[in-house]
């Protein structure tokens, strides 16, 4: 009998699965209450919350720039990049908690070190033109895996896609803006451009993951339809568009194997430092520690704001009752 249930069960599962698949195929998009595999619900919380929390620490290298800007024009749009990414972050939290996520717990794996969150946050903006290297190359490169993302299988991740990428690239082109200015402008603002290229383009590489082949989770995402791009292909993309980009601003790209080749249509390219990817996502980057310093910091002192917006919303609540 208990066999006979347990049977039933796993057939019950097995067609809905089939079902669910069957959609993913017909590219129907899955809504937070429609029937899920566990296991992609879980690969669903686990990539766009990772992708909150780059949106959450991506603000921290460019603010440290706020102060600094060379003109308002430039602090004006600076803060209203850096203001857009919190937004980003908060889409983000809002869609995992679609999927059953603690919103509370979802930051306590930041802070702890058990999430992950985007390696090119974890180097340091040092000099002026490492914004405009970050509108340019970080936001250049989150547009490319972003714009495949709207097409992503589940709902509310690919709805918010659509905003996001339309500010991405306000963020992109300010990025450029700063660069070429800087590129055209005296020897020594030439020289700056150029060594923030020099320091962002290989870490702007590595944000689209490990290789195809190294990369655990591809496989099954693209099957779901969560990934509509392998890793390899987006950074293909990516260096295919921003070539020419840097050419015309009269930069050069800081890689000796980079060739046009003519038979793939795409251009060949050297390779990339694995050591220190895996070495930035353990935690051993440059700003890992500073980062998730800064993030605990802004919790612990933003407590009261919080507490206090709590404490308005039950009076309101007591008094509409009241009422
Ligand atoms: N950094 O098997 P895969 C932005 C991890 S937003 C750290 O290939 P998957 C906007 C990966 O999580 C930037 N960890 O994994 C902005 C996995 O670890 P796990 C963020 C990385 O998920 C601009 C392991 O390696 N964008 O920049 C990285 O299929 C300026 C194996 O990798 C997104 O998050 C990395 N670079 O593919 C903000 C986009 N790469 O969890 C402020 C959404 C891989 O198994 C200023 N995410 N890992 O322990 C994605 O598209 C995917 O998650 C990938 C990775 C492509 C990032």
Redesign the pocket.
């Known amino acids: 009998m208990f066999n006979f249930v347990a049977m039933q069960v796993e057939n019950d599962v097995k067609q809905m699965e089939e079902q669910f698949q069957a959609k993913i195929d017909a590219d129907i998009r899955i809504e937070p209450r429609d029937w899920m595999p566990e296991k992609y619900r879980k690969t669903l919380i686990?990539?766009m919350s990772?992708?909150a929390h780059?949106?959450v620490v991506?603000?921290l290298p460019?603010a440290n720039w706020i102060t600094r800007a060379p003109s308002l024009r430039r602090k004006v749009a600076l803060l209203a990049k850096v203001q857009d990414?919190a937004g980003?972050g908060l889409y983000l939290y809002s869609a995992c908690e679609t999927l059953g996520a603690d919103r509370e717990e979802t930051i306590d794996d930041l802070h702890s070190g058990k999430a992950?969150?985007?390696?090119?946050f974890n180097y340091p903006t040092i000099t002026w033109a490492d914004i405009g290297a970050?509108g340019w190359l970080?936001?250049g490169a989150?547009i490319v895996?972003?714009v495949a993302?709207q097409k992503t299988s589940y709902g509310p991740y690919a709805r918010a896609m659509v905003k996001i990428c339309k500010e991405?690239s306000f963020?992109q082109r300010q990025g450029y803006e700063i660069i070429t200015v800087l590129a055209n402008g005296t020897p020594a603002q030439k020289a700056m451009a150029q060594d923030a290229l020099n320091r962002w383009w290989w870490p702007s590489l590595?944000?689209?993951?490990?290789t195809d082949a190294d990369?655990?989770?591809?496989q099954q995402?693209m099957a779901w339809r969560i990934?509509r791009h392998t890793?390899d292909d987006l950074r293909q993309m990516f260096i295919d568009a921003t070539v020419k980009q840097a050419e015309v601003a009269g930069l050069t790209i800081p890689d000796k194997d980079l060739k046009w080749n003519e038979e793939r249509g795409h251009y060949d390219f050297g390779e990339i430092d694995w050591e220190e990817f895996y070495n930035v996502?353990k935690g051993n980057g440059p700003c890992n520690k500073q980062r998730i310093e800064a993030r605990k910091k802004a919790k612990e002192e933003g407590m009261w704001v919080r507490e206090a917006a709590m404490a308005y919303a039950e009076k309101q609540k007591t008094k509409t009752k009241a009422a």
């Open positions: 686990r990539q990772q992708h780059s949106e991506g603000m460019e990414e980003h992950k969150y985007s390696s090119i970050i970080v936001d989150a895996n972003q993302l991405e963020h590595m944000m689209f993951g490990p990369s655990p989770n591809t995402s990934k890793n996502i």
